[in-house]
Antibody, heavy 120, light 111 residues
Framework: QVTLKESGPALVKPTQTLTLTCTFSGFSLSSSGMRASWIRQPPGKALEWLARIDWDDDKFYSTSLKTRLTISKDTSKNQVVLTMTNMDPVDTATYYC????????????WGQGTLVTVSS | QSALTQPASVSGSPGQSITISCTGTSSDVGGYDYVSWYQQHPGKAPKLMIFEVTNRPSGVSNRFSGSKSGNTASLTISGLQAEDEADYYCNSYTSSSTLYVFGTGTKVTVL
């Protein structure tokens, strides 16, 4: 059974750097075909794709946020990490990690999400 | 990269069929068969309902179906049930540098 769980701070101050961790179980991040994404959703608003990392360490970023995002993985811990610099109140959102193991352009496994509030 | 356009809301009575549209461009919806649909109940994570335009994951009811014509994809829910009341989002691969784009979201109400 594939499960994902996000963890990180619930509150960050403006200008700080956010670090979120997604811990995977039920499969290996190094398995061929694995693609893991971060997606966020501001309260009451639509989903927004942020970044993706693949089993072969290829990385992709949202054009609008590319300069602020870094995605990485630690296969020994089966974790994917997202950092976002220079946080602003508009970055307040629920952050989801999601993945596929099918080398595909969709996410069939999702974490429960973690709400991050940016406020001084 | 602009979000894909969806109607803000769609409603129907139990047993009826409804269709949600998702309009993009030739760089995303129209150019690739990589459209997926997600259902999201309040306070919950999205759930994959349709992938690659027409395919249902195992366990998803066959009341859900997907299609595409030109730059517009559609999700049809037949035999509408109370449990279908949720937000629905389309998503597409895009050849622009941002890789993926989501739709604006549609709230489905069962009357």
């Amino acid at each position: 059974q594939v499960t994902l769980k996000e963890s990180g701070p619930a509150l960050v101050k403006p200008t700080q750097t956010l670090t979120l961790t997604c811990t995977f179980s039920g499969f290996s991040l190094s398995s061929s075909g694995m693609r893991a994404s971060w997606i966020r959703q501001p309260p009451g608003k639509a989903l927004e794709w942020l970044a993706r990392i693949d089993w072969d360490d290829d990385k992709f970023y949202s054009t609008s946020l590319k300069t602020r995002l870094t995605i990485s993985k630690d296969t020994s811990k089966n974790q994917v990490v997202l950092t976002m610099t220079n946080m602003d109140p508009v970055d307040t959102a629920t952050y989801y990690c999601a993945c596929t193991v099918a080398d595909a352009y969709y996410c069939d496994y999702w974490g429960q999400g973690t709400l991050v509030t940016v406020s001084s | 990269q602009s979000a894909l356009t969806q109607p803000a809301s769609v409603s129907g009575s139990p047993g009826q069929s409804i269709t949600i549209s998702c309009t993009g461009t030739s760089s995303d919806v129209g150019g690739y068969d990589y459209v997926s649909w997600y259902q999201q109940h309040p306070g919950k994570a999205p759930k994959l309902m349709i992938f690659e335009v027409t395919n249902r994951p195992s366990g998803v009811s066959n009341r859900f179906s997907g299609s595409k014509s030109g730059n517009t994809a559609s999700l049809t829910i037949s035999g509408l049930q109370a449990e279908d009341e949720a937000d629905y989002y389309c998503n597409s691969y895009t050849s622009s540098s941002t890789l993926y784009v989501f739709g604006t979201g549609t709230k489905v109400t069962v009357l």
